[in-house]
């Protein structure tokens, strides 16, 4: 089954240099990345990412670390990878969520860690099933985004949208 799943480079794996290493890290899966960006992670986003979170006692330490709030490092690198189990090959490269149950030869067991205040820094986000990476998608990127359309699209067109271009 083809599938996309969504993988952040956490502040911590930015802060610590690690992105080249964990994007080798991800290439042993041999799927395709559908689309890349650096995203400065607002409060509301962060919130709706780990919404189903919300009732943990971690969940306050939870957004600040993927706002960047403990690593001076405001941002995170979003990706989504496409392909045949593309979800199930992610997770298990990356380990379990702790990093200190995670499997050394895995991304969180090589470069992850818990701080002394429980923070359970574990240097990258991947979805865990097909719903969550479909939400999780649409939440971070828009369809012009991907390369590759694995969910419905539709084209509108927008009149007197305010936005950035060059001068
Ligand atoms: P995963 O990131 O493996 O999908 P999750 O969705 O259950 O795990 O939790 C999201 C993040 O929340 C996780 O990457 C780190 C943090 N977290 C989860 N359980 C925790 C705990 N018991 N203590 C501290 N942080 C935790
Ligand atoms: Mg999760």
């Not at 952040?8 to 899966?29: A, V």
């Not at 405001?74 to 702790?98: F, P, S």
Request: proline share 4%; glycine share 6%.
């Amino acid at each position: 089954m083809i599938e996309q799943t969504l993988v952040l480079i956490k502040p911590d794996g930015l802060k610590k240099s690690l992105t080249g290493n964990i994007l080798t890290r991800l290439s042993e899966t041999r799927l395709e990345i559908a689309g890349a960006k650096v995203v400065k992670v607002t409060r509301e986003l962060a919130e709706k990412h780990y919404a189903h979170l919300k009732d943990k006692p971690f969940f306050e330490e939870l957004i600040k670390y993927i706002m960047g709030e403990l690593h001076e490092r405001k941002k995170v690198m979003a990706l989504v990878y496409h392909g045949e189990d593309a979800i199930k090959k992610v997770r298990q490269l990356c380990g379990e969520t702790n990093p200190e149950k995670a499997a050394p030869d895995t991304i969180r067991g090589q470069y992850g860690r818990i701080t002394t205040s429980g923070v359970y820094e574990n240097v990258v986000h991947a979805s865990a099933n097909r719903e969550e990476a479909e939400r999780e998608i649409k939440l971070w990127f828009s369809p012009e985004e991907l390369v590759y359309h694995i969910y419905p699209v539709k084209e509108i067109v927008i009149e007197k949208v305010k936005k950035l271009i060059w001068v």
